[in-house]
């Protein structure tokens, strides 16, 4: 049983290589599933499902976890679907195929993981941080961006990629400055950001 779920796992992992699709680096995935269970997190809300690798790896570290996660492709949002079937996640793991700028709920939840488009964190923040419990927290993915946010901006040529860069340091003032919540910025994977509600 302990087998299936591990080569599971590494098909979920070879279907992202084979298709480009950017699901979180080992070091961050170590990092989020130590902090579920550390925290002992119930219900987590998650904005960018990809194939919802992440989603399963946070529901098999901690067990009394419960997920709701939000993709807007639609072939992604289908082969997350077919994923957490496959690991029998299915009463744990909640999908919402829609754009999250789009989506609103009333639950409440003691973590949201912001791992979408990187130029609209501040957005997806926004509209989601009253969902947040008190003492929650929201954990914010790519804050580096390949190393590229501390880069030089001169280095960067592409004008598309300077504008992202851009809009992920306005969002690392953002956190910075706001008062409501006490932000850690961590190095780990592709750089995180663990911003909690005081
Ligand atoms: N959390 C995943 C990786 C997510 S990749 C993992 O580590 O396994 C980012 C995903 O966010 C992409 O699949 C993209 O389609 C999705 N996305 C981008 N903008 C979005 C939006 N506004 N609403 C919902 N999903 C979005
Ligand atoms: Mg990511």
Do not use: W
């Not at 170590?30 to 998650?46: M, P, Y």
């Amino acid at each position: 049983m302990v087998d299936n779920i591990y080569s599971e796992i590494r098909e979920i992992k070879s279907y992202a290589i084979d298709h480009k699709i950017p699901i979180m680096v080992d070091d961050g995935i170590d990092f989020l599933t130590t902090f579920v269970i550390k925290h002992q997190i119930k219900n987590v809300l998650e904005i960018g499902t990809a194939i919802g690798y992440s989603a399963i790896m946070m529901a098999l570290a901690n067990p009394n976890l419960k997920i709701t996660s939000i993709e807007k492709d639609e072939q992604r949002y289908l082969e997350a679907l077919k994923n957490i079937k496959r690991l029998n996640l299915e009463n744990r793991v909640t999908l919402i195929f829609n754009d999250a700028l789009d989506v609103t709920l009333h639950d409440k939840f003691d973590l949201i993981f912001i791992d979408a488009a990187k130029g609209k964190n501040i957005k997806f923040f926004e509209r989601f941080e009253n969902n947040l419990l008190n003492k929650g927290y929201i954990i914010t993915d790519n804050i580096d961006f390949h190393g590229y946010v501390d880069k030089d901006e001169k280095e960067i040529t592409s004008h598309n990629l300077r504008s992202l860069v851009r809009k992920i340091k306005q969002y690392i003032t953002f956190l910075k400055e706001n008062q409501n919540y006490k932000t850690t910025f961590y190095k780990t994977g592709d750089g995180i950001t663990v911003s909690e509600k005081l």
